[in-house]
């Protein structure tokens, strides 16, 4: 029986992180799921909020902004268009971006779906940015 995951994190620019984790945890598209050794093969969507590698007393946390993620054997792969270690988020900067979006006009379908879906990153680094700064 497995003990440990290795949890690879990419995005198109660099490998984030390549780690031995004892459980992942992730935001999908639809909800938030863990990975814990052993778990099932499986492919899923990414949404925005945050990824926790746990290893030992270590948690080790990002946000992450969509991509997919593959579990296969003892391997979590996260493939990501953007990963920010959670401890270089400014929760101060992401609410006045989220401001900033929310007063910005939009009369079109497509010019409020791009709007919705920034105010939706911009409080998903909020909270991830809140989160670890209350942990650390």
């Known amino acids: 029986m497995l003990t440990s995951l290795q949890c690879v994190v990419v995005t198109p620019e660099k490998t984030v992180a ?9 935001p999908l598209f639809d909800g938030e799921i863990g ?40 391997v979590v792969s996260v493939l990501t268009n953007r990963a920010v270690p959670a ?3 400014d929760a101060e900067v992401a609410y006045e971006q989220l401001d900033s979006t929310r007063r910005r006009p939009a009369h079109a379908d497509e010019e409020f779906d791009d709007r919705d879906r920034l105010a939706g990153q911009f409080r ?3 909270r991830v940015a809140r989160r670890a700064h209350r942990t650390t």
């Open 35 to 74: 990975i814990a050794p052993g778990h099932t093969p499986m492919i899923g969507r990414l949404g925005c909020g945050e990824l926790r590698i746990r290893g030992g007393e270590r948690v080790t946390r990002f946000y992450v902004e969509g991509g997919f993620v593959e579990v296969l054997g003892e």
């Open 124 to 126: 998903a680094q909020i």
């Open 87 to 89: 401890e270089e988020l």
């Open 18 to 26: 390549d780690q031995r984790a004892e459980f992942v945890a992730l």
